[in-house]
């Protein structure tokens, strides 16, 4: 299954609201699609799975929705600490993929 | 508390085999939940999943690529390893030892938990 986030980059203030699109070739199975949040010289962090389930930890600005083959991940209202990559990721079907990211900067 | 740590050799020669290994800390890998997964980020790039295994032996691997990859369980050890065979430059990446893919045997399970990645870069 490929991938394709939309946009490649989202330039945004604080405050401001981030909405971010991933789009499957197929239907997902059952909905198992993910977002991660990666910032330079880390690994990715998991931040909602299932479509719209926070992990762990993860603030509820964050949210997810979608369902098939469209998916959306909405930041509430964007902080300092969010400008990063964000990837969206599928795993009902081997071999998993990912998106190739959306950047969040100023 | 989980936590990963992936070791190994930095650099790699051509047409050499690479080969990792994950050591899990806080928790057993034949748990019977989780599979385990390697995926590698090229410089500057996306996230390509390399393959998982679940405690058992059931592997998955990526197709792209073309069956140069091997993966291991050493449950006495808690350890999971990655071979891949016939390195060249485009394997130079950072690889990462993460917990998911599969769920009880099953797909299902999102990686939440990544360790803090090795760089391997292939040159002679």
């Known amino acids: 299954i490929v991938l394709t986030q939309s946009p490649g980059t989202l330039s945004l203030s604080p405050g401001e609201r981030a909405t971010l699109s991933c789009r499957a070739s197929?239907?997902?199975?059952?909905?198992?699609l993910a977002w991660y949040q990666q910032k330079p010289g880390q690994a990715p962090r998991l931040l909602i799975y299932g479509v719209s389930s926070r992990a762990t930890g993860i603030p509820a600005r964050f949210s997810g929705s979608g369902s098939g083959t469209d998916f959306t991940l909405t930041i509430s209202e964007v902080e300092p600490d969010d400008f990063a990559v964000y990837y969206c990721?599928?795993?009902?079907?081997?071999?998993?993929?990912f998106g190739p990211g959306t950047k969040v900067d100023f | 508390q989980v936590d990963l740590q992936e070791s190994g050799p930095t650099l790699v020669k051509p047409s050499q085999t690479l080969s990792l290994t994950c050591t899990v800390s806080g928790g057993s890998i034949n748990s019977g939940a989780y599979s385990w997964s390697w995926i590698r980020q090229a410089p500057g790039k996306g996230l390509e999943w390399i393959g998982c295994i679940y405690y058992t032996g059931i592997t998955y691997d990526n197709p792209s690529l073309k069956s140069r990859v091997s993966l291991s369980v050493d449950i006495s050890k808690n350890q999971i390893s990655l071979r891949l065979a016939s390195v060249t430059a485009a394997d130079t990446a950072e690889y990462y030892c993460v917990r998911g893919g599969l769920w009880f045997g099953d797909f299902g399970a999102a990686f939440d938990i990544w360790g803090r990645g090795t760089m391997v870069t292939v040159s002679s």
């Open positions: 197929q239907t997902v199975y059952s909905n198992y």
């Open positions: 990721q599928q795993f009902g079907s081997a071999p998993f993929t």
